[in-house]
């Protein structure tokens, strides 16, 4: 979420809103939200439903504020609006404790209908007495720092009252969170392009593409089909966001990140076809594919990952075997060591396909040597595919006839200079 107000400026002062009319919605709904929830919290027994009711307050708190906020029409400026908002669940903290006490007191000595104006105001002096007196201000706290982080979580409610151009901006949607500072990160692409398919599907069929046709899958279950010649641009968010693909309006039409299964296919897909890319700032991205110098000579190998966790687990899984000897008992004894005896020979694979696993370039001579040291020479021209097996991320080279030539993964080293290598001696149809 975006504390800045980049929208347009709206024209008329009654469409600019009142700042005092916005203070008091939101003060009203934020006391309205905490007043709901501590109410139930003072009616029911103590124990592990307090606390839930507790962070339901602080939730509904900001959800309320933000909707006081837009009904009494506040002013139009996202700045304001958001501290506005932010001050007021915090404000209405005691403001509500005070009045759910005084409801309580009157409900206990009289009831609601025979109570007078002079009882409504000894209630409510004495439960400001006892708030003040007794300074028990651990719940006041806990209820005002849940309130400010929860918040959060019904921002868009105000930003699209406060700042609606921003708030349908396809650039506000790639810095929308995705799921983690690495969920659309992908370093240096569009690096190597391979040849595309006809359909394919991005993260589990929530982008479907059939030639020039687009399906997208957005929240709860809406489907938006398009076609390649309405995407007038791709935003390129940062790691924690998502790419959006929106059409002339500057409407948003799917979202995607780097992180998700065939998604590098999907932006070379956009790319060859034409679709500009641009980043955070609408500045154009130059991400014309460039060929790559290919060495006479190379290798495609293991990295260190490999070698650290084979050392790691073959450590770790040794010590337990040695110590499940002396700590359990005979039937025990034997699942653990069973169990223990796999994870050391996965550790003993993982060393040994560090030391020997590799496929060696030589011009137009390729050699691949398995974990066990068997080897494997064959020529370029002998390969007819290249294509992914056990998921997307390890590839088989077969010839002609279906034969297993070698096998690599997309994280060993070299295996994107490999990729290119094949790409360039072998016909266009081999890729994916």
């Known amino acids: 979420m975006t504390e800045t107000n980049t929208g347009p400026e709206l024209e008329t002062p009654e469409q600019q809103g009142s700042s005092i009319l916005g203070v008091l919605g939101a003060f009203l709904g934020a006391l309205l ?3 709901l929830w501590l109410g139930c919290m003072f009616a029911l027994p103590s124990g592990s439903v307090l606390w839930d009711l507790i962070i339901f307050g602080g939730l509904f708190a900001g959800f309320f504020s933000c909707w006081g906020y837009r009904l009494f029409r506040g002013r139009r400026n996202m700045k304001f609006a958001w501290r506005v908002v932010r001050l007021c669940v915090v404000l209405a903290v005691p403001a509500a404790i005070v009045l759910c006490t005084a409801a309580l007191v009157l409900y206990w000595a009289k009831g609601w209908w025979a109570a007078g104006p002079q009882a409504v105001w ?28 929860l918040a959060k979580i019904s921002a868009p409610i105000l930003l699209k009252y406060a700042d609606p151009g921003w708030y349908n901006d396809p650039r506000r949607a790639a810095q929308s969170n995705g799921g983690g500072a690495m969920f ?12 595309i398919p006809h359909s394919f599907t991005v993260d589990k069929g929530k982008i479907t593409v059939e030639g020039e046709q687009i399906t997208a899958k957005g929240r ?28 002339k309006e500057k409407r948003v039409l799917a979202k995607f990140a780097w992180s998700r299964k065939g998604a590098n296919l999907f932006g070379q897909y956009l790319l060859e076809h034409g679709v500009p890319f641009e980043d955070l700032q609408g500045q154009k991205l130059d991400l014309t594919p460039r060929k790559v110098e290919l060495p006479w000579q190379f290798e495609v190998r293991e990295s260190k990952v490999c070698l650290w966790v084979g050392i790691i687990c073959l450590v770790l899984f040794s010590v337990l075997s040695v110590l499940c000897l002396f700590v359990m008992d005979e039937l025990a004894i034997l699942i653990a060591l069973l169990v223990f005896l796999f994870f050391v020979l996965l550790s003993v694979w993982l060393l040994l396909s560090y030391k020997n696993r590799r496929l060696v370039v030589e011009g137009n001579a390729l050699t691949y040597t398995t974990a066990f040291g068997r080897t494997t020479r064959f020529r370029v021209d002998e390969v007819d595919s290249f294509r992914y097996r056990f998921g997307r991320g390890t590839r088989e080279l077969r010839d002609r006839e279906g034969k297993l030539l070698a096998r690599f993964e997309d994280n060993m080293e070299g295996a994107a200079l490999l990729v290119e290598y094949l790409i360039q001696h072998m016909n266009p149809h081999v890729g994916q």
């Open 184 to 195: 659309n990160y992908l370093k240096g692409w569009p690096g190597i392009s391979e040849p």
């Open 122 to 149: 000894l209630a409510l002096t004495g439960s400001v007495e006892r708030l003040v007196t007794e300074r028990d201000w651990k719940p006041i706290l806990i209820l005002s720092l849940i309130s400010l982080f």
């Open 33 to 35: 939200g905490h007043g």
């Open 220 to 247: 709860w279950g809406k489907v938006t089909t398009f076609g390649l010649r309405e995407v007038a641009g791709v935003v390129i968010g940062p790691g924690s966001g998502f790419n959006v693909l929106y059409d």
